[in-house]
Nanobody, 117 residues
Framework: QVQLVESGGGLVQPGGSLRLSCAAS????????MGWYRQAPGKQRELVAG???????NYADSVKGRFTISRDNAKITVYLQMNSLAPEDAAVYYC???????????WGQGTQVTVSS
């Protein structure tokens, strides 16, 4: 059974930082591309950051220079370090695993990030 379990969300003041984690199980983690997405109320889910199985990263323009995605294949975990958080970053953050070129794609349950003073 595949599971992606996010953690690390919470309430943070503007300008603060959070680190999200996504622990995977049930997949051969090192062959999956991993991504962090977010969805704010009334908005579509959007890609925040992605990291390929080979470690190549990409970011949404809105988070470049503030967020960093990384993965630890030994710990079967992907991270999202979020710095200089702003109210517009508030959303439910989801982890996604994709096996490139196949139909195998999985989502986590999400973790809430609230940015407020």
């Amino acid at each position: 059974q595949v599971q992606l379990v996010e953690s690390g969300g919470g309430l943070v003041q503007p300008g603060g930082s959070l680190r999200l984690s996504c622990a995977a199980s049930g997949i051969t983690f090192n062959i999956y591309n991993m991504g962090w997405y977010r969805q704010a109320p009334g908005k579509q889910r959007e890609l925040v950051a992605g990291i390929t199985s080979g470690g190549k990263t990409n970011y949404a323009d809105s988070v470049k220079g503030r967020f960093t995605i990384s993965r630890d294949n030994a710990k079967i975990t992907v991270y999202l370090q979020m710095n200089s958080l702003a109210p517009e970053d508030a959303a439910v953050y989801y982890c996604k695993a994709d096996w490139f070129g196949t139909r195998y794609s999985y989502w986590g349950q999400g973790t809430q990030v609230t940015v407020s003073s």
